[in-house]
């Protein structure tokens, strides 16, 4: 089975604060991404990766950074937390133009 | 124009009913068709995927594809109040390991 694991289910900071999301999997899959999910918003790509060290901007980047610098893992950086981050983060992996396994999520909420 | 859209419901059934989940794509070029599964308060999980034009049959579950149209749905046979969440869908778009969610039709089935 695969496995996405994300590195907390929830976590609270403070306007400003930097804040780490870490993704793993262990499926040697290429390509990760992370999303956002906000209500009638759907999910959001903010990065993808398909390879080490690799990473494309998607739909919504600004205010976000991203690390690739092992395969397996994946980091979603907000340099400087703001209350709109607040919001359910999902990671996913998968193969190219594939299916993609999404981790469990972490709800982050920025006061 | 949105890349993807779903009716975002609710659709509710009575159990044992066929249910009938649909999804318009913008992008002529999109290869790639998926279905994703998402209870309250969990991530998405893939139920079904497929590529070519024509229906795709996995247990209770059928996707058709229509490219001409543009069009995707997702049946669900003999609901179930288990199938009770809300249906993503998301299509691969032709231009690399993008991918492109809906916001979801949340489906009910009722006992």
């Known amino acids: 089975d695969v496995k996405v694991t994300q590195s907390s289910r929830y976590l609270v900071k403070r306007t400003g604060e930097k804040v780490f999301l870490e993704c793993v999997q262990d499926m040697d899959h290429e390509n990760m991404f992370w999303y956002r999910q906000d209500p009638g918003l759907g999910l959001r790509l903010i990065y993808f990766?398909?390879?080490?060290?690799?990473?494309e901007k998607g739909d919504i980047p600004e205010g976000y950074s991203v690390s690739r610098e092992k395969k397996e893992r994946f980091s979603l950086i907000l340099e400087s937390a703001s209350t709109n981050q607040t919001s359910m983060y999902l990671c996913?992996?998968?193969?190219?133009?594939?299916?993609?396994?999404f981790g469990p999520g972490t709800r982050l909420t920025v006061t | 124009q949105k890349e993807v859209e779903q009716n975002s419901g609710p659709l509710s059934v009575p159990e044992g009913a066929i249910a009938s989940l649909n999804c318009t794509y913008s992008d002529r070029g999109s290869q790639s068709f998926f279905w994703y599964r998402q209870y309250s308060g969990k991530s998405p999980e893939l139920i079904m995927f497929?590529?070519?034009?024509g229906d795709k049959e996995d247990g209770r579950f059928t996707a058709q594809l229509n490219k001409a149209s543009q069009y995707v749905s997702l049946l669900i046979r003999d609901s179930q109040p288990s199938d009770s969440a809300t249906y993503l869908c998301?299509?691969?778009?032709?231009?690399?390991?993008?991918?492109?969610f809906g916001t979801g039709t949340s489906l009910t089935v009722i006992p």
């Open positions: 497929i590529y070519s034009n």
């Open positions: 996913a992996s998968g193969l190219g133009q594939g299916k993609q396994y």
């Open positions: 990766s398909y390879d080490v060290k690799m990473k």
């Open positions: 998301a299509v691969n778009i032709n231009t690399g390991n993008q991918f492109y």
